[in-house]
């Protein structure tokens, strides 16, 4: 697939402060990629120079080939983008908000009464279809607003903290309502704070710290870029003693645990291993070579956050 | 630009301004609310506009007199619609971008295919067209210019000995401009300063002081300079249209430099400042 979002060294710099520092970065269509960092890491903004709303101070980016400094209109015709601060209009009813901004794309006014109802049946909204916007929850104005986001059919969701404020089931259909769109072929690219959704929907990640980009790639890639050690836990019968000599000698083993320290049971030995595949399988080999009684040897699958918490420092710029 | 105004009836944020979807101006609803007060208060401001016109006309003899009926009746009926439109043109347009920006929904706008300048002279554009006085106020003009200007030539011809026709379409020009002038300067001036103060009710206010200020002081002084000059170059006939004439250049000037100042701010707008960054 090729990449339908393209970032060459970005930089956005107010005065003497970066905000955003060389960022360098391409997703393909279809990929669901989750931006993910602290405040002030540098996500509003790069999102913000990727709609043209923020002139970048060097670099550029490219939606489907269109440069945001070149392009800007055809790069508009391309995005759909929800702000953080999602901008509803309280005095409207839910269709208008939509019929208003389906007539600033040049929707034809025909076409605009069946899409309002498919986007809103989309989002679950077609119940509140003549309600005031005012009246709806927090939850709903959020859909509503990603609702408006797809009135012009963009290829490219950029979505800035689309699930901020809401309460855990909102949460969870805004997740749903994010994988549906992935389903359509949508190319999402969202930022959030909360490390297990993006885990759950994305294909992608990006960590960004203090303006740059620390790591990006699917979670397996950056577990090797970072070098993040891998968790493994053993079983046996017998005395663990001699499993534990076999480990110590070991040259890619680091801190060997027993089952008692983690309020496990005895039979249980783990240990940090920082090799590939290869050499986990060759480990493998020779303790079963040297006759040590496994029951199980297994892989304790590392998550986001821990993928988080070693690629960023908890510096904010 | 010529583009953009001949498509502007169809404009989506010029209908918005109009009320097409929802109610997008809270000031302009509350001051519908006190009409009556407002009425009353552009009753009291057109008199003491109009009462300075009364005494010149009354001093010319009977010429003034036989005029009074064709003159200061319109004239009195025009200050008021145009104290109508300068009080509530800066209500309709001075929140219509702050309250975007506050909002958050100003980003959303700029994203669609509509250039930023665009949107804030459809805004501009709509937000004054609420106004429902355009056609009262067309046709109480069309009476009261001709009558001045009709007036101008007549005593010109008879007085001054000629240049009465040249003068006289001058006056029957710029009295007709004159209350749109004024009402579009009003409504410039509330949105201009509302994008630099970023705050609707310091724009209204700031709004409201510098019509004052030019409505009460610098237009009435413009003319009276205007008129004194030709009075004492022996033109006193033409004092009427040319004081007109100075008061609609003073408006004008301004305004351009509020339409500078609104450019510059869009140009801003569209390179990304923002109230948030």
Known sequence: MSAIIEISDLTKQYGTFTALDNLNLQIEEGAVFGFIGPNGAGKTTTMRIMTTLLKPSHGEAKIDGYSVLTHPNEVRRLIGYMPDFFGVYDDMKVWEYLDFFAA????????????????????????????????????????????RTLAHDPKVLILDEPASGLDPRARIEMRELLRELQNMGK?????????????????????????????HGDIEQMRQQ?????????????????????????????????GREVELTPDIVRFDFVGDDVELSQLLHQLIEKKIQLISFSEEVGDLEDVFMQATKGVVS | MWAFLRSVRTNPIYLREQGRWGEPNRYYATMMRYLPLVLLLILGLSVFCGYGQLTTLLGLGDAGGALFALICIPNIII??????????????????????????????????????????????????????????????????????????????????????????????????IRPWVEIGFAGLAGLTLSLWTHSARAALIGSYALVLVYRII????????????????????????AGTLAINVLYLITGFFLTLALRRRAKALDAGESVYE
């Open chain 2, 79 to 176: 200050q008021m619609i145009t104290w109508v439109g300068i009080i509530i043109a800066p209500a309709l347009t001075a929140p219509s971008i702050v309250e975007e920006l506050d909002r958050g929904s100003w980003d959303i706008l700029r994203l669609t295919p509509m250039p930023t300048t665009h949107i804030i002279f459809a805004k501009l554009l709509g937000g004054l067209s609420r106004l429902r006085i355009w056609i009262i106020l067309f046709i109480t003009s069309i009476i009261y210019a001709a009558a001045v200007g009709l007036g101008s030539i007549f005593l010109l011809e008879s007085t001054a000995g000629g240049g009465g026709l040249g003068w006289g379409l001058t006056t029957i020009v710029m009295t007709l």
């Open chain 2, 218 to 241: 610098l237009a009435p002084v413009a003319w009276g300079v205007t008129a004194a000059l030709l009075v004492e170059n022996g033109f006193e006939a033409a004092a009427f249209g």
């Open chain 1, 187 to 215: 190319t999402i690219f969202f930022s959030s704070h909360i490390l297990s959704e993006v885990a759950d929907i994305c294909t992608n990640i990006g960590i960004m710290e203090a303006g740059k980009l620390v790591a």
């Open chain 1, 226 to 258: 970072l070098q993040v050690s891998r968790l493994i836990q053993v079983r046996m019968i017998g005395d663990t003693a001699p499993l534990k000599d076999i480990l110590m000698a070991e040259e890619k083993v680091r801190e060997i645990t027993d």
């Open chain 1, 104 to 147: 600033c794309y040049d929707i034809p006014e025909s076409q605009r009464k069946g899409m309002i109802g498919d986007l809103l049946d989309l989002v679950d909204l077609g119940h509140k279809h003549d309600e005031m916007v005012e009246s709806l929850s927090r939850g709903m104005k959020q859909r509503l607003c990603l609702a």
